[in-house]
Every structure is written in C-alpha cells, then in structure tokens.
C-alpha cells in the first residue's frame, strides 16, 4: 500500500520552542492531509485538516495560531508547534487519504521538558 | 472528535481464545474501518466494511456493521500473542470527505 512518512520520530525540546513535523506522501499525491493527536492510553483526536494550496481547517478547540500548518506541496505537510509547553507532549498522527483508505504515518513522539 | 465508543476498553484473553471488540458510533457513515496500533507505533488498516454491506471476512478477521444499531464488532479468531495490541475503529461520515473520527479504541493482550 502507499506510504507515509514522519519526520521526526520523535524530539525533545525545551519549553517554549518551536518544533516542526513533516509529514510526507512517498509515493502518491494527497490534496489533503489529516493531523491526530493522541495521549497515553487513548485514542487519535483529529486536530486539523490540512489542505494543499489553501488554508488548514482547525477542529473546535484546537488553537490555530499554536498549531501552525503548512500545506506546501501535494507530498509534503508540516504541522508547527509554537511556543511549546509539557501539555503539548502528545503522539503526533499524520494521516493521506488514498481513494477510501487512509494511510497513516509512524508518529512523531514530541515531549517537551 | 470521537464519534463513539469501542468496548470493552480492556481485553485480556489466553492465546487460541478469540477477542471480540465492540464499536458504536453516532451519525450515519459511509464506512467503518478497524485499525491496529501497537504500542508507540503508527496505524495498520485491518478491514473496511461500507454502509451497505453486513459482514466482511479478512483472514482471521470478521467484522460485522449494524448500520440500524449504528454499531459493528471486530472477531479475532484463533488469537496469537502477535495480536497484542490496541484496535480502533473509525468513522467516514457522510459528506465529512476522508476525514475519519475515531472511536476510544480497546487494548487487546493475547497471553502466549
């Protein structure tokens, strides 16, 4: 099946730094892009969509200007997370559609200290 | 945000046992998918089941989809401790695109 990669696998930063995810289709074009968070013992909460050429679309409670997404190409997505603080340490999903499947990336483990 | 709940939320059963995980979920799809997720690790497709379809067979896998009761269940057959994992569905809802919504998931432990 497609792939999809993540870049960092994981990273530790200080508290208020910025920290930026790729997240890449390796063999397919996606127009659009899903990003997950997901805490320990939990499930993918859906935080944006991220939509190539235009602006991200930011599920409710999700603060865009901390979680800036950039859509720059038809293989490439980076979420941005500014300002980081320990709440912020998550599992970070990135998911392409391809037709009906999604194909999700391997996760990028950020903590911040 | 979540579409529903996965129950149980915790499964622990012998190898050769089968696992059987419960899926509800709220407003009307266009299809389920089950996803396996080991521990720290990225999403694997399992199955995906449509709307209009009841019950789907993949290996030691079977998936029913009530779309009445708004429900479906995931079988592991004849399970291994390979199988150990955590297993979550997910929603398409109509006219939502691609985007899935993800139900609370169960934890699965296979004993060898």
């Known amino acids: 099946g497609a792939v999809v990669s993540q870049h960092p696998s994981w990273v530790i930063c200080k508290s208020g730094t910025s920290v930026k995810i790729e997240c890449r289709s390796l063999?397919?074009?996606?127009?659009?892009m899903f990003w997950y968070r997901q805490f320990p013992k939990q499930s993918l909460m859906l935080m944006a969509t991220?939509?190539?050429?235009?602006?991200?679309?930011?599920e409710q409670g999700v603060e865009k200007d901390k979680f800036l997404i950039n859509h720059a190409s038809l293989t490439l997505s980076t979420l941005t997370v500014t300002s980081a603080h320990p709440e912020d340490s998550s599992f970070y999903i990135c998911?392409?559609?391809?037709?009906?499947?999604?194909?999700f990336g391997p996760g990028t483990r950020l903590t911040v200290l | 945000s979540q579409q529903g709940e996965e129950d149980p939320q915790a499964l622990s059963i012998q190898e050769g046992e089968n696992a059987t995980m419960n899926c509800s979920y709220k407003t009307s799809i266009n299809n389920l998918q089950w996803y396996r997720q080991n521990s720290g690790r990225g999403l694997v497709h399992l199955i995906l089941i449509r709307s209009n379809e009841r019950e789907k067979h993949s290996g030691r896998l079977r998936v029913t989809l009530d779309t009445s009761k708004k429900s479906s269940s995931l079988l592991i057959t004849a399970s291994r401790a390979a199988d150990t994992a955590s297993y979550f569905c997910?929603?398409?809802?109509?006219?939502?695109?691609?985007?899935?919504?993800f139900g609370g998931g169960t934890r699965l432990m296979v004993k060898p």
């Open positions: 997910a929603t398409a809802p109509n006219n939502a695109g691609n985007m899935l919504t």
């Open positions: 998911s392409a559609p391809g037709g009906v499947e999604q194909f």
């Open positions: 991220s939509n190539e050429g235009s602006k991200a679309t930011y």
């Open positions: 063999d397919f074009q996606a127009t659009t």
